[in-house]
């Protein structure tokens, strides 16, 4: 089973950058996909990034063209790099793998942008 773990959230103003990374352990060579997904207070966890095996990357609409997604399969991590921070932004950001019809999830890092 493939591990991973978050790292890299924090607290900024709005308009700054925070990059998260995750790493993955078990498996790393069995993953099709790693997405990161957010999940506000109150709210349902949704995807906000996804990147394959082949690099192709998807966004949600609502934060493309400001984060990027990247993975270094060397080190076994996946990153997202999110500048122009909003407001709304703020969430506890999950890693995802994708595996052999399973998924796997990290254990979330609080991103909180304030205005």
């Known amino acids: 089973q493939v591990q991973l773990v978050e790292s890299g959230g924090g607290l900024v103003q709005a308009g700054g950058s925070l990059r998260l990374s995750c790493a993955a352990s078990?498996?790393?060579?069995?993953?099709?996909?790693m997405g990161w997904y957010r999940q506000a207070p109150g709210k349902q966890r949704v995807s906000v990034a996804r990147?394959?095996?082949?690099?192709?990357?998807d966004y949600v609409d609502s934060v493309r063209g400001r984060f990027t997604i990247s993975r270094d399969n060397a080190k076994n991590t996946v990153y997202l790099q999110m500048n122009s921070l909003k407001p709304e932004d703020t969430a506890v950001y999950y890693c995802?793998?994708?595996?052999?019809?399973?998924?796997?999830w990290g254990q979330g890092t609080q991103v909180t942008v304030s205005s």
């Open positions: 995802s793998a994708e595996y052999r019809g399973m998924r796997s």
């Open positions: 990147i394959t095996t082949g690099g192709s990357a």
């Open positions: 078990g498996g790393f060579f069995d993953i099709n996909a």
